[in-house]
Every structure is written in C-alpha cells, then in structure tokens.
C-alpha cells in the first residue's frame, strides 16, 4: 500500500532482493526485460526490436519494469554493465526472478520488488534504500 508522506512523496515498501541505495531520474516499461539480447552492455542501450523502451538508455537510471525474461547470461550481462560503467543506478520489479536478483546481488546493484511499479512514472525521481521506494514527483 502507498503511502504518502505528505511532502509531495509517496513510500512503497517491497522485498530487498540486493541490498544498497541508489537515488536517480526513474524509466520504466510495462514490458519484461532480458538483459541477454535485449541490452546494449556497452551502451547501457535497449536494442530489443519492438520494445517499448527500444533506443532509450538505462545507464545511471532506476530502471523499473515488471520482471525480466531469457537466458541465465542475463545475470552476466548486469555484471559486466556494472563494471563498465553502464549499468542501471538501481532496478525496481513487480515480480523479481531469478535471473534479475542474481545479476544485481553480484553486481552489488540495489534491487527491490513486490512493488506496484504502475505508482512509478519515466522522468520521476526515485530512491531505493531498505526495501523503501521513494517516489518524489
């Protein structure tokens, strides 16, 4: 359940899946994800034909999207993004799954799901810390 702090923010409490706090510009999908064939690892970029964030970067960005999708390499490729640099600042999931929570629990990213991503829009500014979404609009 939301909850509104009454300063124009609002708190969502979810599962830690990889511990950490991030804080930046938020961009989300409906859309699942697969880090293996979907994304750019040198970019950052989003290269899956079709999908809603198709040519968009997630570089540095609290990415939040439903769950992910595809090949346990998937995990990898959020680890090599993480070591060039080009890796989301921090992930926030409806439905967190395997490939996902271990990709960001190696790659020390912070990661939270259980949450009611629709409450989450592209461009607002998002803090991941214990569990605690913080949507400041």
Do not use: W
């Amino acid at each position: 359940m939301p909850r509104s702090c009454g300063d124009g923010k609002v708190e969502l409490k979810g599962r830690i899946i990889s511990k950490g706090v991030a804080e930046g510009e938020a961009i989300t999908t409906t859309q699942p994800i697969s880090f293996y064939g979907g994304v750019d690892p040198d970019t950052g970029e989003i290269i899956e034909k079709e999908h809603e964030l198709q040519g968009k970067t997630i570089k540095g960005k609290i990415l939040v999207f439903p769950n992910g999708k595809g090949s346990t390499v998937g995990s990898y490729t959020l680890y090599r993004m993480k070591k060039s640099g080009t890796a989301p600042a921090g992930i926030v999931n409806k439905d967190c799954e395997t490939v996902v929570a271990v990709g960001t629990i190696i790659s020390e990213i912070p990661c939270v799901d259980g949450i009611d991503i629709s409450k989450i829009r592209t461009g607002d500014l998002v803090r991941l810390e214990n569990g605690v979404v913080t949507i400041k609009k």
